[in-house]
């Protein structure tokens, strides 16, 4: 009996440690089946993650290829940018040039303007002297005018002296006549000499300034007036060599008063 509840014993004993290493076996499986549904599960996520994979490694892809299509573009870009780089090069080279040739030609102005400031200056400086000049004409005008007034009135005052005292001349009648003709000849030319200086206005002496050619106008008026003179002279010489001292003395006054006259300029004769 004894032997047999010993052998019981053992039995309980081994089913007993069985039984736990039945258990330990069960959890371990529990734990095994566990770990395989976590394994199935990180699969199907590695799958997911591969498939993502996959489609992200074909959007890169498709990256890269659009990314070459645009790079090859840029350089295109690149080379057509030199292009134009080299070109406004040469633009900016022909402006430059262009620029120099300007700056020359503004150099070359500034000299002409220069030149014509020089000229305006000495254009100015003719003016003031012209000025002067027919400043000194107007004036030498008016003394004219002045001198052939009284000389108008000494023939006037000659002329009556002469009818008043033709006793005194002891002259005929004849030659009474002729010396007053040529008298009134003499009074004639004065007046048309007076006559002549009046018609110079302001007006012609004004264009005087920018007609050089009257000097040489002026000159041929006053060596007609002297060749008037020369004339009278003859005319008298000729018809009259007996007549009076104040007669001689009148036309040496018009000889004397013409000399004077030819030793002023032609612009001071006027």
Do not use: H, W
Not at 222 to 250: A, R
């Amino acid at each position: 009996m004894s032997s047999y509840a010993t052998c019981l014993c053992q039995d309980a004993e081994m089913l007993r440690k069985q039984r736990e290493e039945i258990i330990l076996l069960t959890k371990e499986l529990k734990n095994q089946e566990e770990q395989i549904k976590v394994f199935q599960t990180n699969n199907l996520k590695m799958k997911e993650t591969i498939k993502i994979i996959k489609e992200e490694k074909l959007k890169l892809e498709q990256t890269i290829q659009q990314n070459n299509t645009e790079n090859t573009s840029f350089k295109e870009n690149i080379e057509n940018l030199k292009l134009e780089i080299e070109a406004l090069k040469n633009k900016i080279a022909q402006k430059d040039s262009y620029n120099q040739n300007q700056s020359k030609k503004i150099l070359s102005l500034n000299d002409e303007i220069n030149k014509l400031k020089q000229k305006n200056e000495q254009k100015d400086q003719l003016t003031q002297k012209l000025n002067s000049e027919i400043s000194k004409l107007k004036s030498n005008f008016k003394d004219q005018l002045k001198k052939c007034s009284d000389l108008r009135i000494e023939v006037n005052d000659l002329i009556k002296t002469i009818e008043s005292k033709n006793d005194l001349l002891k002259l005929s009648s004849n030659q009474i006549d002729q010396l007053e003709n040529n008298l009134r000849n003499v009074y004639g030319f004065l007046t048309s000499y007076m006559k002549k200086n009046e018609i110079l206005s302001e007006d012609k002496i004004e264009s005087f300034r920018n007609d050089s050619s009257r000097n040489d106008e002026d000159k041929s008026k006053k060596d007609s007036v002297s060749e008037d003179l020369k004339s009278l002279d003859s005319n008298l010489k000729l018809g009259n060599s007996n007549k009076s001292d104040k007669i001689l003395e009148l036309f040496n006054s018009l000889k004397l008063n013409d000399k004077q006259n030819r030793t002023s300029t032609p612009a001071e004769f006027f």
